[in-house]
């Protein structure tokens, strides 16, 4: 709420439902998104380590409430992309059946045949 309050109310952008890209008709619509970034020098305050110390403790109480039905784990921001950047690192990016037949094509048009992908 804090975030939404620096992006949207000092900056005049939208919020909450406002923010789906639709106008009151349901017709695509801008954004108007409002953006707020700051830095912190923690020294100032508690010092790096206790920070660090309190935001592990955050993380993890948020980690271990009571999950949804179904669900058996709670992810805090960039972990669902850092597990998927440890997959793709080691096995590549996925690239999907169309991509890869323009890829093809393009290799063969520029007479690249030397040239093998690892979908081959």
């Not at 939404?4 to 106008?23: M, T």
């Amino acid at each position: 709420m804090v975030i939404e309050l620096l992006s949207a109310a000092l900056q005049d952008g939208n919020y909450g439902k406002a923010l789906n890209g639709k106008d009151e008709n349901g017709k695509l619509a801008p954004y108007h998104l409002g953006h707020f970034f700051i830095a912190i020098d923690t020294g100032h305050f508690v010092g790096e380590e206790e920070t660090r110390k309190k935001a592990g403790e955050i993380i993890r109480s948020v980690r271990n409430s009571t999950k949804a039905p179904g669900c058996d784990r709670i992810y805090t921001a960039g972990e669902k992309e850092y597990d998927i950047w440890q997959q793709r690192k080691d096995s590549g990016v996925p690239i999907n059946e169309s991509v890869q037949k323009e890829m093809n094509e393009v290799r063969d048009e520029l007479g690249l045949t030397q040239y093998k992908f690892p979908w081959e």
